[in-house]
Every structure is written in C-alpha cells, then in structure tokens.
C-alpha cells in the first residue's frame, strides 16, 4: 500500500510569492491535514480537510489556505510568502481524523529568500 | 489552550540501555495520544496510539502509557539500539480533534 506522497519535496521562493503545496494520501483515507514545523515553533496544526470540507482549522492567517478534492488529494496554498513561512511543511493522512492513526508524508521544505 | 511539554529534551545513552521518555499534557479532556519517530529531514512515523479508555499499548520493544488523571505518558524504549536515534514526539488529541504536540525528545544511542 503506497504511503502519503508529497510534491514537491524542496522548493525556494521569493517573498511576496506565492507557493502551492501537493498531498496525496493513502488510499481510503479521507482525512488529510497539514502541520508546519519550524526550529522555534515546533510542530503546528494548520487545517483539516474531511470529505472536501474543512473541519478544523489552527491558528494561522489567511494567507494559508487549503482545499480538498473528490479522490481526497489535498493542496495547501501559501499566498504573499513571508520569511517566517520558511518551514518543513508536513500532511497527514488518516482514516477519519485525529481519533485514528495519522500517517505522515515526508515533508515539503520552503525555502522563502 | 493546550500545552504538551517533552522531558528530556535530549538524550544519549549507551546501546542496550532501557529508557524512558516523558510527555506531560494540560488537556482533561483528552481523546488519545500518540507517539511518533522523526528522522532528521523526514517526516513523522506513527509508532503507537492511545485512547483514552486505555491505560497501555506496546509494539516490539516498546511500551506507551497513558495516566489521564496526571496528565502524562510515558514511552519505555527496552534494549535501545542505535537504530533508535531519533527525535520522538507526543501527540495528544483532546475534544476538539485537533492535535497538539510536543517539542521532541531528541535520542542519540551510541554503539
């Protein structure tokens, strides 16, 4: 069974950008959510999609926003990048959420010159 | 807002050794925790879950507890080997569904 797949794997951007970010979950799974991890902050909880619809959302601004689609793969936009976006961005995916197992891609790592 | 705090922050230790990492959480109202392994540059790997109707769970050499009414966890690694260098996180997940994690326990065992 094919794992949580995420493209690109490295990307460097310019500030004021803006970058969109791929996962494709594992099959069956319906539940996708994206995290960002940084050196200061640790590991955070942007949003979670289920069935196409945002169910939860962190606490982060606008710019990062996110979508869903009917085969569950899900893509996470980062608009007018700043240099604090710079960061290791991970999705997960599970059956239904956080109440199962998450299951997590390798990661996504901006680069914001 | 929910805390998660990981002690030791870093730790290295002898192969063979038994170890014990800790995870403390504010949450009363947690639903489950899990345990993960990163690998410098990678991403997260599961490596057990706990709900909360739960007291333990344990895969191979490892051992996860849970006590809701501290507020901790603890994860027991037995006969570490070098292979187990890793950072390790917690994750708990309370009413809300969203999971708040800790800041890793970073692990070096040297042969």
């Known amino acids: 069974k094919a794992g949580v797949t995420q493209t690109p794997r490295y990307l460097i951007k310019t500030r004021g950008q803006q970058v969109t970010l791929s996962c494709s979950p594992i099959?069956?799974?319906?539940?996708v959510s994206w995290y960002q991890q940084t050196p200061g902050q640790g590991l955070q909880f942007l949003f979670e999609?289920?069935?196409?619809?945002?169910?939860n959302k962190g606490n982060f601004p606008g710019r990062f926003s996110g979508r869903q689609f009917s085969n569950s793969r899900s893509e996470m936009n980062v608009s007018t990048l700043e240099l604090g976006d710079s960061a290791l961005y991970l999705c997960?995916?599970?059956?239904?959420?956080?109440?199962?197992?998450?299951?997590f891609g390798a990661g996504t790592r901006l680069s914001v010159l | 807002k929910q805390e998660v705090t990981q002690i030791p922050a870093a730790l290295s230790v002898p192969e063979g050794e038994n170890l014990v990492l800790n995870c403390s959480f504010t949450?009363?109202?947690?639903?489950?925790l899990q345990w993960f392994r990163q690998d410098p540059g990678k991403g997260l790997t599961s490596l057990l879950l706990?709900?909360?109707?739960?007291r333990e769970q344990t895969s191979g050499r490892l051992n996860a507890s849970l006590d809701k009414s501290s507020g901790r966890s603890t994860l027991y690694i037995a006969a570490s080997q070098p292979g187990d260098s890793a950072t390790y996180l917690c994750?708990?997940?309370?009413?809300?569904?969203?999971?708040?994690f800790g800041r890793g326990t970073s692990l070096i065992v040297h042969p």
């Open positions: 999609y289920f069935s196409e619809t945002q169910r």
């Open positions: 706990i709900q909360s109707s739960q």
């Open positions: 997960a995916s599970s059956l239904a959420g956080s109440k199962n197992i998450q299951y």
């Open positions: 994750a708990e997940s309370g009413g809300s569904y969203i999971p708040t």
């Open positions: 099959s069956g799974h319906r539940s």
């Open positions: 949450d009363s109202a947690i639903y489950n």
